[in-house]
């Protein structure tokens, strides 16, 4: 005769199993109401697809929008809600182009106006730019254009590789990230 804490030990277990058995019957025949509703609905399955698809192509054309712009944040877009998409796909990669890389600016003999062209410099931070460039002479660097109220550690980083001084070589940001170059050593 088992003792009461065996008995309530194989209660235990057969309970276990009796769920377990139950959670797969009842995943086997969700499996099997997918699936025929899969075979019943492929017009309703291509409907969604298509539906998807447009809206990714939509999300796609947006952020495109936003970063030729350079400035604003990206807007979600909504997917098209009628129609037919070969057409849209079609259209949507035909304008699929590269655009033309842009030269960096040169921040110490550049406007106001070509200064708002880069992310994150609005009128007021360009003439600020402006207004300290000519109280203190050429900028130098990327660190001294941190002394401009505005530009701070995330905005000198975002236009590390968009800036150069005066022609003197600026790094890109992946020369920049590289190892630092071995110092020489002095021999006295």
Known sequence: MPTPAERQALLFVAAVAVI?????VVS???????LARAEQGPA??????TRALDAQIAAVDSARRAKST?????STASAPRSGSSR???RSTLDRATVPDPVPPIDV????????ERLPRIGPALAARIV????QHG??????SLRHVRGIGPATAQLLAPLVTFSGRYSPSRSEALASPRPRASYVS
Do not use: I, M, Q, Y
């Open 138 to 143: 050429p900028f130098e660097s990327l660190e």
């Open 20 to 24: 377990g058995g139950g959670a797969r």
């Open 44 to 49: 309703l399955n291509t409907n969604l697809a």
């Open 28 to 34: 086997t025949a969700s499996l099997a109401r997918d």
């Open 108 to 115: 110490n003999h550049a406007s106001a106006a070509e200064l």
């Open 87 to 89: 057409r849209r796909v």
């Open 131 to 134: 207004a300290w460039r000519e």
């Open 70 to 74: 350079g400035r604003g944040k990206t």
